[in-house]
């Protein structure tokens, strides 16, 4: 049996496969080792009943997360992984890896990532060339639900959101300025609550300031990001996961064109093509 798991900040998607049928499938609060510890990772897996039944079951385990992207942050999540799943050879990687092994295998790509979070590199068919994209919900991430959540937490602070939404934001999530820099700036792990008004943005798709934030976003994102690596890797087809980019997919691939760019394949949750890939393998 095999776990394949790809954790953003918000959740975890979980995969228990046995000879490519899926035995198990669930989610978990995300596991990040840039926010969460060994502690922490542990009581996620002891919390839950599918892992407890099959922890023996499982020998191979390839974990995909956000924050997953140095030797120190990986054994956090390798050290909590090990103790629990006790006959499991495990492999922790970056979300990236999982993306571009979801769109394009083992061949070379320009791998994009809109999600609670957002980052992009180039992949060779086997690894992710390593660049200085990936920052964080403070210093990057545009185009994301975390920035997303920013711009619009911002608007409705600085009284430039339109009526109509301070009243939906305030009835739907009881907002105000008090609560607002609670969450963000005393509560732990500020990027769940940034990325949580998504859902809002996605269900008011219909309304001309919530497009013109998206698009804002995702220009953001491809001149930053998309551009840079086009022109380094001329005529790498380019492929972008996550639930932002899905549920905006129109927008993001007019922006994406207004950019000189074509997305080849946009996957929401490319956890399944990942499954299949190493059930393949194994």
């Known amino acids: 049996m095999i776990a394949v798991i790809y ?27 840039f926010f969460n510890d060994e502690k922490f990772i542990t009581q996620v897996l002891n919390k839950n009943d599918s892992l407890i039944t099959y922890a023996e079951r499982i020998k191979k385990i390839y974990f995909f997360g956000a924050g997953a992207s140095s030797k120190e942050r990986n054994e956090i999540i390798s050290g909590a992984f090990s103790k629990f799943f006790k006959f499991s050879k495990i492999s922790v990687d970056n979300d990236l890896k999982a993306g571009a092994i979801a769109a394009c295998g083992d061949k070379e790509c320009i791998i994009g990532i809109l999600g609670s979070g957002s980052n992009a590199a180039y992949f060779d068919g086997k690894k992710i060339k390593l660049n200085n994209f990936g920052l964080g919900f403070v210093l990057a991430d545009e185009g994301s639900a975390n920035w997303m959540g920013k711009k619009i937490l911002k608007s409705f602070l600085n009284e430039t959101l339109p009526p109509h939404l301070v009243s939906d934001l305030r009835q739907k999530y009881g907002l105000d300025r008090k609560l607002i820099l609670d969450k963000v700036y005393r509560q732990p792990q500020p990027v769940l609550y940034l990325s949580l008004f998504a859902d809002y943005l996605l269900e008011n798709k219909t309304d001309q300031f919530i497009e013109t934030l998206v698009k804002e976003g995702f220009n953001t994102y491809c001149t930053t990001y998309l551009v840079p690596l086009s022109i380094e890797n001329p005529g790498c087809p380019i492929h972008i996961v996550g639930t932002i980019a899905f549920g905006f997919e129109a927008w993001l691939r007019e922006v994406a064109e207004e950019n000189n760019l074509t997305i080849a394949t946009i996957i929401k949750e490319p956890i399944y093509n990942v499954l299949n890939y190493y059930s393949d393998k194994n």
């Open 7 to 33: 954790s953003g900040s918000r959740f975890a998607d979980w995969k228990l496969a046995d000879k490519g049928k899926i035995i198990s499938n669930f989610k978990t609060v995300g596991i990040n080792p």
